[in-house]
Nanobody, 118 residues
C-alpha cells in the first residue's frame, strides 16, 4: 500500500529552525514528483515547495523562498524540508505529497503540526 509518513514537526520560537522528513513506502518513490503543502488554521491547503523526481529542479512559494529548502534522497525514499528563520505565520499542518502523472497516482501523508510562537 502506498504510504507517506511525515515527522519532525513541533513547537518552536520565531527565528528557530525545524527539519521535516517524509518517508515513502509501497511505491516507486524515485519516479514521483514530491511537494510539501501546508494548511494554516482556518485556511486552505497550499503548496509551498516542490521537487522533481531526480531532484534536479525545485520550486517554492514566494513567502518561503530563501528560508525553506526541499531535498530528497531517492535511495532512502525520503524527502525533507529544512525550515529556517521560522515565523508565526508558518504555523500550520505540513503535508507531504507525491504525484506521478505517468501512472496517474497521488499519495498524501497524514500531516505533521508546526507551531511557531514565543
Amino acid at each position: 500500500q502506498e504510504k507517506l509518513v511525515e515527522s519532525g514537526g513541533g513547537l518552536v520560537q520565531p527565528g528557530e529552525s525545524l527539519r521535516l522528513s517524509c518517508e515513502a513506502s509501497g511505491f516507486t518513490f524515485s519516479r514521483y514528483r514530491v511537494s510539501w503543502y501546508r494548511q494554516p488554521p482556518g485556511k486552505e491547503r497550499e503548496m509551498i515547495a516542490g521537487i522533481i523526481s531526480d531532484g534536479g529542479r525545485t520550486n517554492y512559494k514566494d513567502d518561503v523562498k530563501g528560508r525553506f529548502t526541499i531535498s530528497r534522497d531517492n535511495a532512502q525514499n525520503m524527502v525533507f524540508l529544512q525550515m529556517n528563520n521560522l515565523k508565526p505565520e508558518d504555523t500550520a499542518v505540513y503535508y507531504c505529497n507525491a504525484v506521478s502523472w505517468v501512472v496517474n497516482q497521488e499519495v498524501w501523508g497524514q500531516g505533521t503540526l508546526v507551531a511557531v510562537s514565543s
